[in-house]
């Protein structure tokens, strides 16, 4: 593996510098019932296709970004700097 | 009366270093001699520790010239004395400032990091993070008149390992250490 | 220039490669091969085929035939007992029907056996003989550009210049010393290349890598590059070319024509003859014969061998073949209605494109019939292929090999065509599957030379179309590199304290802990064994006072007037309640109960923290915040601040008297209590004073400017020297938190430890509106345990090994994480995780110690002053 990430704010670096975290997921109310919970700690959807993903740019500017990935081939459509986008966790 | 050195104190006393007190901290002032330094310098690479350079980390966008470290993230580093810009934190004691200048610099970096320093990608006065020998730096280009020059930020703990694999790969160059004294000589 | 050779001294003209030299001082016998030990001579002479593999200065493998000759080098031959000319193990050869393709599968059924000639087996076969020491510093390099060329002959080099006039930054990537490809050394090779290779010279910015081979194109156009060796003392140089556009230009090369006796000394393909002649002025024989159909590529040779006063014997078309005669070289070919006697045998083979670089990027190869070759069809993103290795120049029909006889196919592993035809009879008649059984394709080599005629063959016997056969996968590297190369230099970062000299100067014995070096224990003067050290560095700490560098810690710096809303959302506990000038042990869990970190947080302002986490998970706790951060707007800045602070932590009964002549602060008890935290000035540097109590006595984490650490440490020691006071390591430190219970988190907590197991349920403020990981905790709060983390002691000096096992009534029932000889209780005690109904004061447990199950009791409390009375006096 060693596709190229455009770090939003360092431009595009090889994958090797990032820290991969995980898939983009929606965090459960705390009331929430256990599977769902077990749902979110544990379970992935793993797409053969597109995903979005948690990235840590840990060689660069050391911040987190959100990159719109196809996990087949490895194509980057879109990196975005999280902390840009709405949504609540 | 307060004794304040750098990560690289030590490395510079086992290689002769000469030293003299600069803004409260021991700094090598010189290693073989002025003139020859600045000969190896000027021929081939050398390398500088200027880690008593003050360093502000700052969310607010710094009047004078700022490093970028991301968005709306900024590094003030000044030769001392600097009064602290308004909400920023004082790493000073956090990097280690090492200035690698000469022709062959950019071949040595080029050994030890994966970053594009090439003059399109990397001109005067800007500023990238990298891996630079496996440890993370804060790359500045700062030319030195027409001679390449480069600030690396590593934090403290790591310097003296930086260091000495700096001195190792730039051996085809004839790396060397150079002082304060060499230091403001080249700076003009 | 001179070169020896075994115990021959070789005269070398300059620009002669290795193999150019010996050849044209009668060396004949380049190699024996893999298998049958058989005589190996001159193939390629391009660095495509096994062939010419020699030691070179005591570096295995070295492609001879491409690596330029440097004066005063020592060359051996390989893989041969005792000597290439006489090699004892060419006897195996006879024993081929003994060993045919798979056969130590097949006869080594049973595993004694296959361990007992295993070793000979590797002996016998195999190649070069791994350094005992490194040939010179390997380093690794990297480089951009905006387009990368790989192959340097006329489509190379045409392409560079193309690129380079449109103002692109180009690197030209060539595996021979000079560029130009086949236009040095075949006269017919093309029109319109006049001049070429001196415009590309001319271009300046054109960065020409020469001697250097691509070994694999990857994802995003990174390419592996081998450069030579760059000066003296060093070794190969392994460069990481990262390129907008890749054009592959890597010309197409010549393979052997399968006959009875095909690999015998003095058979060559057509190019390494004219390689030898035009690259070399070498004679490559006296008396040739050429096996060939082209008329014009025949008639090429001839004019070629008339200039060198080579006479042509015969030319034949290979369906004549019978096969070569001769028993260390060739002697001559024996023809279906002749015989020629000969010393040389020139073999016009098929060309392949050499498209390894495109198939491993992902792109396809076709067959194409009229052109007798696979070519690349769908090309990966920005990736293109010029010249011959995009079949330009090739068609001819493809030879059908004579399959039945056994006539080499691959060089590398002695697989010959009989050899493919048994695999397909034995059912491997899948191209994958016959090149995994057979190993054909699969050697130094990697199927250069052998996997079209590995293809063809079994086509042939399948029955089915070489298009339908396939082509097999390519793979880097491609060719072979060696493992320095790929492993670069020896350097790994080091992580030093700011104490670090002063630690090496008080006799410290070194700990690795991840990248840092942390004093283990301090040798006395004298050489004590380390039990002694550790047993006076702690009797300092609970008799007197000790000091312990902690600048290994973690530290953040916290601010913004939502860092109280951080730190309680990622931590179990409440932080922004916390008064400035407190501190408050810090645990933190994931969502799903598992504890993560702990350290502790001090509130320094009202919208300033100071965070302090375990030496490892630094970089983990600072990209976790960071996560939490990401989506909000909050106002917090997290800074990491590590290295910025060196720290230590003076403890002992006398730490206040010690610290009390260093700094103006007011240490007593009431103003400065414990859990609190105070900013001032110790020995003039400023200061961040925190009362923790790790240890279990009196003490002060004093966290001042990384610069004046040292001076601080040598301060405090001197202003202790009254009091008794030592320099304690990590030994001594761990010994002493044991007593006192403390768990370490990844040392007693594992992947599945949760904070009410481990004993640490009041770290956990339920009351909280919500936190990482309360949905879990707040079910384990009432869910029964599985497991408890506890304390047990059990008599006597011998201390169980971390890890040893806890049994109950004959069965597993926990784990030992800590344990070590506690010098208060005069026992050996420890940590350790066991069943719930065994967490209870007294309950008796079991610990298989070395084979014994040694009786324990369990104590929930800690085992040195259980009421803390010591901790905030």
Same mark, same amino acid.
């Given at each position: ?89 | ?49 200027? +880690? ?61 990091? +994966? ?15 990298? +891996? ?28 003296? +390992? ?27 | ?873």
């Amino acid at each position: 593996m060693s596709f190229l990430l455009r770090c939003p704010h360092c431009g595009e670096r090889s994958v090797y510098e990032y820290r991969f975290g995980g898939e983009v997921k929606q965090r459960p109310p705390l009331d929430a019932p256990e599977e769902e919970w077990a749902n979110y700690r544990y379970y992935c959807a793993d797409a053969a296709g597109v995903q979005t993903e948690w990235w840590f740019h840990r060689d660069g500017c050391r911040q987190w970004l959100q990159a719109v990935r196809n996990t087949v081939s490895n194509e980057v459509v879109e990196t975005i700097l999280a902390g840009k986008t709405a949504g609540a966790r | 009366m307060l004794i304040q050195r750098s990560a690289l104190f030590y490395c510079h006393q086992r290689a002769g270093a000469h030293f003299v007190t600069h803004h409260g901290w021991q700094m090598p002032d010189v290693f073989s001699s002025l003139d020859e330094e600045v000969a190896l310098v000027t021929s081939g690479v050398g390398i500088a520790d200027v +880690s008593y350079r003050i360093k502000y980390d700052t969310r607010i966008q710094p009047a004078g010239p700022g490093w970028s470290l991301g968005f709306g993230h900024f590094l003030v580093v000044s030769e001392p004395p600097l009064d602290p810009p308004e909400g920023a934190t004082d790493v000073t004691s956090v990097y280690a400032d090492l200035l690698m200048a000469g022709p062959f610099s950019r071949e040595v970096l080029g050994k030890l990091s +994966s970053l594009n320093l090439s003059n399109e990608s990397l001109p005067n006065l800007s500023c990238v993070q990298g +891996s630079v020998a496996h440890v993370h730096t804060i790359l500045r280009r700062e030319d030195l008149g027409s001679m390449p020059a480069f600030h690396l930020l590593v934090s403290r703990e790591y310097a003296e +390992s930086v260091w000495q694999i700096i001195l190792q790969s730039g051996r085809e160059f004839q790396a060397n250490p150079f002082g304060m004294k060499a230091l403001q000589s080249l700076r003009g | 220039m001179k070169i020896f050779f075994g115990k021959r001294e070789v005269e070398a003209r300059p620009g002669d490669t290795i193999a150019a030299a010996l050849y044209r001082s009668g060396q004949r016998i380049f190699s024996r091969s893999f298998k049958y030990h058989r005589p190996r001579g001159l193939v390629c002479a391009a660095g495509k085929c096994p062939n010419c593999m020699m030691n070179v200065d005591g570096v295995p493998n070295v492609r001879t035939c491409i690596t330029p000759v440097i004066d005063g080098m020592k060359v051996k031959g390989q893989n041969a007992f005792p000597s290439l000319e006489h090699d004892g193990l060419s006897a195996t050869q006879y024993l081929d029907r003994l060993m045919p393709v798979g056969w130590y599968y097949k006869i080594f059924t049973s595993r004694t056996a296959w361990h007992a000639v295993e070793p000979f087996i590797r002996r016998m076969a195999g190649l070069g003989e791994p350094p005992a020491v490194a040939a010179g510093e390997y380093e690794h390099g990297w480089l951009h550009c905006d387009v990368a060329i790989v192959g340097a002959g006329y489509a190379g080099m045409t392409a560079a210049l193309e690129a380079s006039e449109r103002g692109s930054k180009v690197t030209l990537i060539d595996d021979q010393s000079e560029p130009g490809g086949q236009l040095l050394y075949r006269k017919r090779s093309r029109s319109g290349a006049d001049g070429l290779i001196e415009r590309l010279k001319a271009r300046s910015e054109i960065r020409v890598l020469q001697g250097s081979y691509c070994f694999g194109l990857y994802e995003g156009n990174l390419l592996g590059v081998v450069q030579p060796a760059q000066r003296p003392g060093t070794a190969e140089r392994l460069l990481h070319v990262r390129a907008g556009h890749v054009v592959v230009a890597t010309g197409a090369y010549e393979t052997p024509l399968v006959f009875p006796n095909n690999d015998l000394p003095g058979v060559m393909l057509a190019t390494a003859a004219q390689r030898l002649m035009h690259l070399f002025g070498l004679q490559p024989g006296r008396r040739a014969v050429i096996i060939g159909a082209d008329e014009d590529r025949v008639g090429e040779l001839r004019d070629d061998f008339r200039e060198k006063g080579t006479e042509v014997v015969a030319v034949v078309s290979i369906e004549d073949v019978v096969g070569a005669t001769g028993g260390s070289e060739v002697t001559g070919l024996r023809c279906r209605n002749r015989k020629f006697s000969c010393d040389l045998i020139v073999v016009c083979g098929p060309r392949v494109p050499d498209a390894g670089l495109i198939a491993q990027a992902g792109g396809k190869l076709e067959w194409n019939q009229l052109q007798g070759a696979f070519v690349p069809t769908a090309l990966p993103h920005n990736v293109s292929v010029v010249g011959d290795a995009a079949g330009e120049t090739i068609s001819a029909a493809f030879p059908p090999p004579a399959a039945g006889k056994r006539s080499f196919v691959c060089f590398c592993s002695d697989v010959s065509s009989k050899d493919l035809c048994d695999g397909v009879a034995e059912g491997f008649d899948h191209i994958e599957t016959l090149k995994r059984y057979t190993t054909s394709t699969m050697g130094p080599c990697q199927g250069r030379m052998c996997q079209l005629m590995t293809i063809g063959i079994c086509a042939q016997e399948t029955g089915r179309s070489i298009a339908d056969t396939g082509v097999t996968t390519s793979r880097p590297p491609n060719p072979s590199v060696t493992l320095g190369a790929l492993a670069g230099n020896s350097h790994h970062p080091v992580r030093r304290t700011p104490l670090h000299d002063a630690h090496e100067e008080l006799g410290a014995v070194w700990l690795d802990m991840g990248d840092w070096k942390r004093p283990r224990y301090y040798r006395t003067a004298v050489a004590t064994p380390e039990k002694e050290s550790v047993q006076g560095e702690y009797w300092a700490v609970r008799e007197r006072a000790g000091l312990i560098d902690v600048s290994t810690l973690g530290k953040l710096d916290v601010r913004g007037s939502d860092a109280g809303r951080l730190l309680d959302k990622v931590y179990t506990h409440h932080f922004s309640d916390l008064r400035p000038g407190r501190a408050r042990y810090a645990l933190m869990c994931d969502e799903a109960g598992v504890i993560l970190d702990d350290g502790t947080i001090s509130r320094l302002g009202d919208d300033r923290y100071f965070v302090t986490t375990t030496t490892g998970n630094l970089d983990f706790v600072y990209q976790w915040l960071e996560w939490h951060l990401a989506e909000t707007s909050w106002d917090v800045r997290v800074t990491n601040v590590t290295g910025g602070f060196g720290a230590m932590n003076i403890a002992g009964p006398k730490a206040r008297d010690v610290l009390k002549k260093l700094t103006d602060c007011d240490l007593s008890p009431t103003a400065f209590p414990y859990m609190a935290c105070r900013q001032a000035e110790v020995s003039g540097a400023r200061s961040l004073l925190l009362r923790v109590g790790f240890v279990g006595e009196t003490g002060w984490e004093v966290h001042c400017p990384a610069e004046a650490a040292e001076f601080v440490w040598g301060e405090l020691l001197e202003a202790g020297r009254e009091f008794g006071i030592r320099p304690f390591g990590i030994e001594a430190q761990r010994l002493l938190r044991l007593e006192k219970r403390h768990l370490i988190v990844g040392v007693d907590t594992d992947a599945l430890s949760t904070p009410y197991e481990a004993d640490m349920g009041w770290a956990v403020k339920l009351d909280k509106q919500d936190f990482t990981g309360k949905a879990a905790l707040a079910k384990f709060a009432s869910a029964p345990p599985r497991e408890r983390l506890v304390g047990f002691a059990l008599p006597g000096t011998n201390v169980p090994e971390d890890g040893c096992a806890v049994v109950v009534d004959g069965k597993l029932a926990g784990r030992v994480t800590s344990s070590r000889y506690s010098p208060v209780k005069q026992m050996a005690i420890g940590l350790a995780w066991v069943r719930p109904e065994k967490a209870r004061e007294g309950a008796s447990i079991g610990i298989r110690q070395s084979g014994r199950l040694v009786p324990a009791s369990v104590t929930l409390r800690p085992f040195y002053d259980p009421e803390g009375t010591r901790l905030r006096t």
